[in-house]
């Protein structure tokens, strides 16, 4: 018998809009600019006759980006706070690989942004925190129970340098990763996060998934994770590249999982999965040409009603369920780099900005409302009556929150433990191969050696 654990889910877009509302409002005012020249959103400044310190920061959380569904309330939220003392303004890239390279280039133009979100893990890891490019975090962190408390242990610790120090604002939130299934289209009384990888795919039967083979192949990562971490050794060897990102791929457990994944893009993948973008198979699945897509716990509130604009082919998202994946696995890593760092060459008004912003979006009433809004669990955080009462008002997200277990596996992206560059832009290329079966598992394994080894040596 599975006993429970506590594990937050979330409110959908309905409810959420209202739980925003009651934070400081749902929809967002902030300002927000395209990517322009080389200094936009790279500076930031103190309004002299106003006395407000007003910054402008890069971000890929905005216009029709899913993430910007709250982020972009959510600065709102702060301007409105510290009205007359402090303001964020969002400049606007178009995606995360870009945001990457734009990142890259202001910090090689001595114009890093006051706040960071994010940026190459494997550049914050080995250049900015050794070069001194982020602000040392420590003192504030410790000086600041509301925020030392809610810190997740593992991720503290990633985030340190070799002498301790916090250079990253670490993690207070997991989100475990699962799928998301058309009940519908197929549905079973088993319970699916039990079941075994071999289990799965023969209830399957025919029924197809959502995968995607452009960009990141985001969708057929997500399974070739979960294929990797039921096979022996794979929760190890996905875990190994925590620390040193994984370049020989030429192990039993990876070319087991790869074969796995050639039957399932061979035999259900949706029709339009090969060259699929993320967005192709998000729109596969919410046109009934999919029963399945492995996804986070965010894309919920693409199944309520208020997004029905999306849906197509007699979809209806309260149909939709989800799962973890056979085997007990969640998709998540708590030994990793928070979202946030701040620019060691921002000004001490900039930096008491930033220090305000992280403080206001790490307090309790924020990582309730995130929770809410996009999934996941705080483990450090006491929740409130409220919070506990909403968590499970969403189908989807109280059905993750029932599969989450003091048994469930979690396990680190594929994406995540692997050279950037890899994950970025390699790893979808021969994905095409896998499907139409000219190129082997083993094939394929090596050459991912091939791309990591590559990239190990630039």
Not at 317 to 330: E, I, T
Not at 335 to 355: N, V
Not at 431 to 447: I, R, V
């Amino acid at each position: 018998m599975k006993k429970k654990q506590l594990f937050a889910g979330a409110l959908a877009a309905a409810m959420m809009t209202a739980s925003l509302a009651g934070c400081g409002g749902a929809a967002s005012s902030a300002a927000t600019s395209t990517t322009g020249g080389d200094t936009a959103g790279s500076t930031a400044s103190a309004d002299t006759n106003s006395g407000v310190v007003e910054v402008t920061i890069p971000s890929f959380k905005t216009g029709e980006n899913v993430g910007a569904v709250f982020f972009e309330p959510q600065v709102e939220r702060f301007n409105e706070k510290y009205a007359g003392k402090y303001k964020i303004n969002l400049e606007s890239v178009p995606q995360d690989s870009i945001f990457n390279d734009r990142i890259k280039q202001l910090a090689q133009q001595n114009k890093l942004p006051v706040l960071v979100e994010g940026g190459d893990p494997d550049w914050v890891k080995n250049v900015v925190i050794p070069n001194g490019l982020a602000y040392d975090l420590t003192d504030w962190i410790d000086a600041t129970p509301a925020i030392k408390d809610v810190l997740i242990d593992d991720s503290r610790e990633y985030c340190s340098n070799e002498d301790g120090r916090v250079m990253v604002m670490p993690l207070a939130t997991v989100r475990p990763i699962g799928f998301f299934y058309n009940s519908a289209m197929w549905s079973t009384d088993a319970d699916i996060s039990a079941m075994s990888m071999d289990e799965f795919v023969s209830a399957l039967g025919d029924q197809k998934i959502a995968f995607s083979t452009a960009e990141n192949g985001w969708v057929s990562a997500l399974f070739l994770t979960a294929l990797v971490a039921e096979e022996d050794g794979g929760v190890e060897w996905l875990k190994s590249g925590i620390e040193t990102k994984i370049t020989d791929f030429n192990q039993p457990c990876f070319i087991n999982a790869v074969a796995k994944l050639q039957n399932l893009l061979q035999n259900n993948a949706a029709s339009n999965s090969v060259g699929a973008a993320y967005a192709d198979a998000a729109n596969a699945f919410m046109s009934e040409q999919a029963a399945i897509i492995a996804n986070g716990p965010w894309m919920s509130s693409d199944f309520e009603s208020s997004n029905s604009d999306k849906w197509s082919n007699g979809f209806d998202g309260a149909k939709v369920r989800a799962s973890l994946f056979p085997g007990d696995v969640g998709i998540a890593d708590t030994a990793s780099l928070g979202e946030w760092w701040i620019s060691a060459s921002a000004s001490e008004d900039e930096i008491a900005l930033a220090k305000a912003f992280l403080e206001f979006i790490y307090s309790p009433a924020e990582l309730e409302a995130y929770m809410l809004a996009e999934g996941g669990d705080a483990p450090k955080l006491t929740y409130s009556d409220d919070f506990k009462a909403k968590q499970g008002e969403t189908q989807v997200l109280a059905d993750l929150a029932a599969d989450t277990t003091t048994d469930t596996v979690f396990v680190p992206r594929i994406l995540d433990v692997i050279p950037a560059s890899v994950a970025n832009t390699e790893f979808g290329k021969l994905l095409p191969s896998l499907a139409d079966g000219t190129c082997t598992p083993e094939q394929f394994a090596q050459w991912m050696s091939d791309k990591a080894a590559e990239a190990s040596a630039e």
